[in-house]
């Protein structure tokens, strides 16, 4: 089992930054790969960024340029640093962690943490 927890959410103004934090205990972080998600009101959930257990990444071309994802292994935490904010970049963001096991995917969820960008 693995335990997620999301923080550093809030409101911004548009260019403005944030960097959201997603806290693993519960089993061995480094396992797994981490992703962040993004769903906004009245739209599916959407992959913002993936780091993979080796530090491969993958950024949504909507990010590429403006948002980060890195992991510290030592501190069971994964990151997005989010720069140049704009309003369509206003959602909740949840943290993912998986891996494959023989029997399928193992994947835990956060319970989200929320982005309002606004002038």
């Known amino acids: 089992q693995v335990q997620l927890v999301e923080s550093g959410g809030g409101l911004v103004q548009p260019g403005g930054s944030l960097r959201l934090s997603c806290a693993a205990s519960?089993?061995?972080?480094?396992?797994?790969?981490m992703s962040w998600y993004r769903q906004a009101p009245g739209k599916q959930r959407e992959l913002v960024a993936r780091?993979?257990?080796?530090?491969?990444?993958y950024h949504a071309d909507s990010v590429k340029g403006r948002f980060t994802i890195s992991r510290d292994n030592a501190k069971n935490t994964v990151y997005l640093q989010m720069n140049s904010l704009k309003l369509d970049d206003a959602a909740v963001y949840y943290c993912r962690a998986d891996r494959a096991l023989g029997t399928g995917p193992e994947v835990y969820w956060g319970q989200g943490t929320q982005v309002t960008v606004s002038s």
């Open positions: 519960g089993s061995i972080f480094s396992i797994y790969h």
């Open positions: 780091i993979t257990s080796d530090g491969s990444t």
